[in-house]
Each structure stands twice: as structure tokens, then as C-alpha cells.
């Protein structure tokens, strides 16, 4: 089931959101329908915040870039966070584009280290500590944001938050319509 899309300028996207267990009620279906909701809006993250839920859990999928052909796999890789952590970043830091879902039409250089250690449960609760870099690493770093009730563009500039705070006021104020729904166009 799709759910609809937490915009940004809603408070839950400052939450600190809460660590869960095995107990939480109906994960699964609630793992299901946040990949549902993430490949219907084109995204390759999400984290529960977005869907108005503050625990920490994140859904990620994305096609890996392959260097050596110049090309994205067709094997998806697919990884579901529950409770993450970083526990190392990296020293070497890269810039790269980043959008979210909760921040439609802007798209923004952002300087996160490349590789970090992070440490998760997965979907059956079994727990992973792994560095890991590329595409898993700058979303992972985006998504684990939400849950300290961060997003993207508190990490730009002074100057590039200025020049974006009129893109940040329309979507907060309910102006923007991606072609997904968000929360705030429902109530409406
Ligand atoms: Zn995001």
C-alpha cells in the first residue's frame, strides 16, 4: 500500500525517532509498503519519519553503478535499516547531488565522508556491522538524518540555504505537487 509522503515544514521531520524491537506491530507489512511507497515516488530512500511514523527504521533500493562498464546493474541491491548507527566516518569526503522525497524539485550538492561503519539490524533482526561506501553509504548517511530529525539541506552553506529558502517555504507552505501524493495535499 502506498503511503503517503511527509512534506518538509512537518515537525515529525524533527523528531529524534525512537529505536524499536522484534514486537513492533505488523513490521512487515510495514517494510512492504514502505519499498511500495519509495519505488512509486522514484526514490532510493526512505526512512519512517517520511511516512509519519517516528521509529527508526530505513528502506533503501537502488540499481549499483558499475564504474568499470560505465553502467547501472539490473540486480537491485536492496537494504532495509533497523536502528542504525554510525559508529566511523571515513576521513576522504566527496560531494554528490541529493534529493528527498519530503523536499520535491530541490536538488542540492552535499559533502558527506564516502565510507562510513555502520552497524544495523536488518529485517529479521539480526544484527550487521560492516564499512561499506558508494551509493549505500551517501544514502544510508541521508536516511539515518531523518532519523536524528535532520534534513539535507541543514548540511548546505549559509549561502546555499539562502538562495534555496523560498524552494523550502513553497514546499512547507503545500505549493509543490510532485507527481506522488504527499500528506499535507490529502488533508487538504
Ligand atoms: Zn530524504
Same mark, same amino acid.
Not at 525517532?17 to 513492533?24: L, R
Not at 560492516?130 to 551517501?138: C, L, P, Q, T, Y
Not at 505549493?175 to 507527481?179: A, E, G, I, L, R
Given at each position: 500500500? !502506498?503511503?503517503?509522503?511527509?512534506? +518538509?515544514? *512537518?515537525?515529525?521531520?524533527?523528531?529524534q525517532?525512537?529505536?524499536?524491537? $522484534?514486537? !513492533?506491530p505488523?513490521?512487515?507489512?510495514?517494510?512492504?509498503?514502505?519499498?511500495?511507497?519509495?519505488?512509486?515516488?522514484?526514490?532510493? @530512500?526512505?526512512a519512517?519519519?517520511?511516512?509519519?511514523r517516528?521509529?527508526?527504521?530505513?528502506?533503501? @533500493?537502488?540499481?549499483p !553503478?558499475? /564504474?568499470?562498464?560505465?553502467? +547501472? @546493474?539490473?540486480?537491485?541491491?536492496?537494504?532495509?535499516?533497523i536502528?542504525?548507527?554510525?559508529? /566511523?566516518?571515513? &576521513?576522504? =569526503?566527496?560531494?554528490? &547531488?541529493?534529493g528527498?522525497?519530503?523536499?520535491? *524539485?530541490?536538488?542540492? *550538492?552535499?559533502?558527506?565522508? %564516502?565510507s562510513?561503519?555502520?552497524?544495523?539490524?536488518?529485517?529479521?533482526?539480526?544484527?550487521?556491522q560492516?564499512?561499506?561506501?558508494?551509493?549505500?553509504?551517501?544514502v $544510508?548517511?541521508?536516511?539515518?538524518d531523518?532519523? &536524528? @530529525?535532520?534534513?539535507? %539541506?541543514?548540511?548546505?552553506?549559509?549561502?546555499?540555504?539562502?538562495?534555496? =529558502?523560498? =524552494?523550502l517555504?513553497?514546499?512547507? $507552505?503545500g =505549493?509543490?505537487?510532485?507527481?506522488y501524493?504527499?500528506?499535507?495535499?490529502?488533508?487538504k
Open positions: 500500500m !502506498y503511503l503517503p509522503i511527509v512534506a +518538509y515544514g *512537518d515537525p515529525i521531520l524533527r523528531k525517532a525512537q529505536p524499536i524491537t $522484534a514486537d !513492533y505488523d513490521l512487515k507489512q510495514l517494510i512492504d509498503d514502505m519499498f511500495e511507497t519509495m519505488y512509486t515516488a522514484d526514490g532510493v @530512500g526512505l519512517a519519519p517520511q511516512i509519519d517516528s521509529i527508526q527504521l530505513v528502506v533503501i @533500493g537502488f540499481r !553503478y558499475d /564504474e568499470k562498464t560505465d553502467s +547501472y @546493474g539490473e540486480e537491485e541491491e536492496r537494504h532495509v535499516l536502528n542504525p548507527e554510525i559508529i /566511523e566516518e571515513g &576521513n576522504e =569526503k566527496d560531494y554528490f &547531488n541529493e528527498c522525497l519530503s523536499l520535491p *524539485d530541490i536538488h542540492e *550538492d552535499v559533502l558527506r565522508p %564516502t562510513i561503519v555502520l552497524r544495523w539490524l536488518d529485517e529479521n533482526f539480526v544484527e550487521h560492516e564499512r561499506i561506501d558508494g551509493m549505500f553509504a551517501r $544510508a548517511q541521508h536516511e539515518i531523518h532519523l &536524528n @530529525g535532520k534534513v539535507f %539541506t541543514d548540511r548546505l552553506s549559509s549561502l546555499r540555504k539562502t538562495m534555496i =529558502k523560498r =524552494k517555504n513553497d514546499v512547507a $507552505a =505549493k509543490v505537487h510532485p507527481k501524493r504527499l500528506k499535507r495535499q490529502i488533508k
